[in-house]
């Protein structure tokens, strides 16, 4: 089934190591999005690529960077995270195009940072 | 300014009732669409229902359906028969212009299903 994996699902890291999250999906979509979703909150929106255009959000902090090598892949670095950075990782796709089609979210990574 | 607003932060509902979740959303883009997604405990979002700015008709999907009413901008998430599956977080969400690809979500809403 076409999908949108994430890996690990769980994540612990020690404060200021760095870590990386990875994304892949066999939907062949254009758009891939980066969320953090922090307990009981909303998602909220760190990056997203249209194709390799890569689009930060304004409020995202410097410490949060993405790559994105081909259409299945995305990865999202966090440099040095604190403490604070501890949050649900979701990624999502969606197809381009004139039509407003739902994002396809992943299963997340829940990142624990000690 | 939000530009989606769920004002319940928590509901119970009774097995096999029908609940309503509030949404009501702010744009001057004539082209829009609204989401409804359903987040369980274990954090995956699931997509359950669309709702697109032009559509004459209020959108269903199996138990869900969606109530649009456009002048108020108001699109409430009806549950019918409501099932202890069903117990999770609710997100209502708004992409904006067919080239604006992010969307914004609601705070949410919690729904706890009762046996």
């Known amino acids: 089934d076409a999908m949108v994996i994430q890996n690990p699902r769980y994540q612990v890291t020690q404060f200021g190591k760095p870590v990386t999250l990875s994304c892949s999906q066999t939907?062949?979509?254009?758009?891939m999005y980066w969320y953090q979703q922090k307990s009981s909150q909303a998602p909220k929106l760190l990056f997203h690529?249209?194709?390799?255009?890569?689009?930060n959000e304004a409020d995202t902090p410097d410490n949060f960077q993405s790559r994105r090598p081909n259409t299945s892949f995305c990865f999202l670095d966090i440099r040095s995270p604190g403490l604070g950075d501890a949050a649900m990782y979701l990624c999502?796709?969606?197809?381009?195009?004139?039509?407003?089609?739902?994002?396809?979210f992943g299963p997340g990574t829940r990142l624990t940072v000690l | 300014a939000q530009k989606i607003t769920q004002t319940q932060p928590g509901m119970f509902v009774q097995e096999k009732e029908a609940v309503t979740l509030d949404c009501t959303y702010d744009?001057?883009?004539?082209?829009?669409?609204l989401f409804w997604y359903k987040q369980p405990s274990s954090g995956e979002m699931i997509f359950l229902i669309y709702q697109g700015s032009y559509d004459q008709q209020n959108a269903t999907e199996g138990r869900y359906s969606l109530n649009f009413q456009k002048a108020r901008k108001s699109a409430n998430l009806v549950i019918s028969a409501s099932q202890l599956g069903d117990s999770a977080m609710y997100f209502c969400?708004?992409?904006?212009?067919?080239?604006?690809?992010?969307?914004?979500f609601g705070a949410g809403t919690t729904v706890t299903v009762r046996a």
């Open positions: 969400a708004m992409r904006e212009g067919v080239n604006d690809y992010k969307l914004s």
């Open positions: 690529y249209y194709d390799k255009d890569f689009n």
């Open positions: 999502a796709t969606s197809p381009q195009g004139p039509v407003l089609d739902e994002q396809f």
């Open positions: 744009t001057s883009d004539p082209s829009y669409g």
């Open positions: 939907l062949n979509h254009n758009v």
